[in-house]
């Protein structure tokens, strides 16, 4: 089982969608979230994400297609 | 023996022993390292650092390194200069330069890599890897080689092959990644949680941040140990911006100076601002963006210490601004062209934020101001290539007086 660490940001137009309980239904996925901060028009948390590889990429990739902005908790690794 | 007694959460406290660790286990947070400031105290004098040598390692006592065998190209003590000329052309009499193009590899990233390679070699990794499309790249590459460490380079497979001649030739481990930087960022999160090595800006990054400390002190010390009234500084990550003022903070701490009423401001080009948009909005948080700038070497659209670079540039009672690409380009040209010195694009961000700033009467004309320029422009030339303007003549003395508008 692998485990990563992101951070989601949600424009605002998704404020109210249960994304994260839909990542952790549609794929095999827990979802173990550490920090957030959501207000009316847009919001972040940091969690955690645990299964297999495959399951993360999948539910990563569903993420983003939702229109979530999804980095790594770390930053940005790529510097100048 | 170093005075680092532990690392730290920044956010919820949590303590952790000096380990490679990249984030608190808890909260996601960064974490800091923490030293015994009064075991420090009573061995720092002013006399004490000045019979150090004269580069980053006379600070020794106030960074993380255990041993005595660090990996030192002879980073640091780089000028601090007086900048009358464009002092006057911004309206700033008391306008100094810290001059960090003068690095063994041309950037302040040699501070921080110096200090992350030491430790890394400490904690008994055999490698070292990082990310990068220049400066931090060209930094890990040639502390490995001086270390006989093994080192991987991971590169965004659309930077011209022509930009990494100034890695390529320490001989790491260059790997060109198809896709875009976030697929870097990615495949270089999996590649640090399955590998065990030194990755810089990872699981070394607690120690990687310490040595920019290092400007902050020399600053300080070249100044005749005392404060800047006002720091104009670059921000990406936020690392270097957060760790100038943290260097500070510590020198009045041991009383090495005065108290710090540094007002603090960084710059961001504007196609890669995400912390001077959140200080513009009063916003707690700094939103990722997906930066659109020439200027490479800050082009970080989600900065890991953005939130504490928010925090410091507030409660200095400092600032943000931001430059176009065309701001920076001036910028550059007229800190060559008054100063002599040949920054990078960054630098050129920093010098028109700082005209910015000056214009709008944040920073004073009395005010003692340093402007930090970390990296130096040979590596990306290409962008000021329009300077190229010659007069072409025959080759005699008629043709020569001609262009002159001189007679014979």
């Not at chain 1, 949600?10 to 920090?35: A, D, M, Q």
């Not at chain 1, 969690?47 to 399951?55: I, P, Q």
């Not at chain 2, 005749?224 to 943290?246: E, M, N, Q």
Request: with cysteine; hydrophobic share 40%.
């Amino acid at each position: 089982m692998a485990k990563r660490q992101v951070m989601f940001t949600f424009p605002r137009k998704l404020i109210k969608e249960p994304i994260i309980y839909e990542l952790s239904h549609k794929f095999k996925v827990v979802t173990n979230i550490r920090r957030a901060d959501v207000s009316e028009d847009r919001g972040w948390v940091a969690l955690e994400l645990e299964g297999d590889d495959k399951e993360i990429d999948s539910g990563v990739k569903w993420v983003k297609d939702k229109g979530v902005r999804v980095d790594p908790v770390v930053g940005d690794i790529v510097e100048g | 023996m170093s005075y680092a007694t532990g690392l730290r959460c920044r956010k919820c406290g949590q303590e952790y022993p000096l380990q490679p660790i990249k984030v608190c286990d808890f909260c996601l947070s960064p974490v800091e390292v923490n030293y015994d400031y009064k075991g420090m105290a009573g061995v720092l004098s002013h006399r004490k650092i000045a019979e150090g040598p004269s580069t980053m390692w006379r600070y020794r006592d106030l960074l993380p390194i255990e041993g005595s065998g660090q990996i030192d190209l002879g980073t640091g003590f780089t000028p601090l200069v007086k900048a009358d000329n464009l002092g006057r052309e911004l309206g700033l009499d008391e306008l100094y330069i810290k001059n960090d193009c003068l690095n063994p590899t041309y950037s302040f990233k040699d501070r921080a890599v110096s200090v992350a390679v030491t430790k890394a070699r400490e904690f008994g990794f055999d490698t070292i890897a990082c990310a990068s499309t220049g400066n931090l790249a060209a930094s890990v590459a040639a502390h490995a080689a001086k270390a006989n460490m093994k080192a991987y380079v991971f590169v965004p497979a659309s930077v011209e092959p022509g930009k990494l001649v100034g890695v390529a030739i320490y001989k790491p481990n260059l790997v060109t990644v198809e896709g875009s930087y976030d697929d870097v960022n990615r495949l270089c999160a999996e590649v640090a949680q399955r590998y065990n090595w030194g990755f810089i800006n990872i699981n070394l990054r607690p120690y990687y941040a310490e040595g920019s400390k290092t400007l902050g002190f020399e600053a300080a010390e070249q100044l005749g140990w005392r404060p800047p009234d006002c720091v104009v500084a670059p921000a990406a990550s936020g690392l270097l911006f957060t760790r100038i003022w943290k260097g500070l903070q510590e020198l009045s701490t041991l009383k090495l100076i005065g108290p710090v009423n540094t007002h603090m401001y960084l710059t961001q080009a504007s196609g890669s601002s995400p912390i001077v948009h959140a200080f513009e909005a009063g916003s707690l948080h700094v939103h990722p963006v997906t930066p659109k700038t020439i200027v490479t070497s800050i082009a970080i659209g989600n900065p890991a210490d953005g939130y504490y670079s928010l925090m410091v540039a507030r409660q200095s009672g400092g600032g943000a601004a931001s430059a176009t690409d065309e701001e920076a380009i001036e910028g550059m040209k007229l800190l060559a062209q008054t100063e002599g010195i040949f920054a990078e694009a960054a630098g050129g961000v920093v010098i028109a934020g700082l005209k910015k700033l000056a214009a709008a009467g944040a920073i004073k004309r009395d005010q003692l101001t340093v402007a930090f320029i970390t990296g130096a422009g040979p590596r990306t030339q290409e962008i000021v290539s329009d300077v190229v303007k010659t007069h072409h003549i025959k080759p005699n003395l008629e043709a020569f007086n001609k262009v002159l508008g001189l007679q014979d």
